[in-house]
């Protein structure tokens, strides 16, 4: 899968996910963890934070918060410089809201 496309899917899936346009929160997991997968494969740590937080506001959500943490720590925790970011800003916050 391009960068492109991962691009056009993650926000298909979040929007889905937040809109709840989706029933199955199984199919939306799904959705998160394929784009994971494709993000790791690619190596763009970036792809792989934003999919990863998506996941992990899905669990958090659902009461999965140690999951959650567990999940988005490390791939927070690769990033060395660029914390004034939006999305390593979005990163920080979500973990911190996970921690409390």
């Known amino acids: 899968m391009s960068i492109d496309k991962l691009i056009v899917a993650l926000a298909d899936w ?6 709840a346009c989706i029933n199955s929160s199984a199919l939306v ?4 963890q394929r784009a994971l997968t494709v993000a790791r494969k690619q190596q763009a740590k ?3 934070l934003r999919a990863a937080m998506s996941l992990a506001r899905l669990w958090r959500d659902q ?5 959650a943490r567990e ?3 490390p791939v927070y925790g690769w ?3 660029g914390f004034d970011t939006g999305d390593l800003k979005e ?3 979500l973990l911190d809201s996970l921690e409390a």
Not at 63 to 67: A, I, L, P
Request: hydrophobic share 50%.
């Open 46 to 48: 970036s792809w792989e």
């Open 29 to 32: 997991e799904a959705y998160f």
């Open 71 to 73: 999940l988005l720590a």
């Open 14 to 19: 979040d929007a889905a996910a937040k809109a």
């Open 91 to 93: 990163g920080k916050a």
């Open 63 to 67: 009461g999965k918060v140690q999951q």
């Open 79 to 81: 990033f060395t410089e």
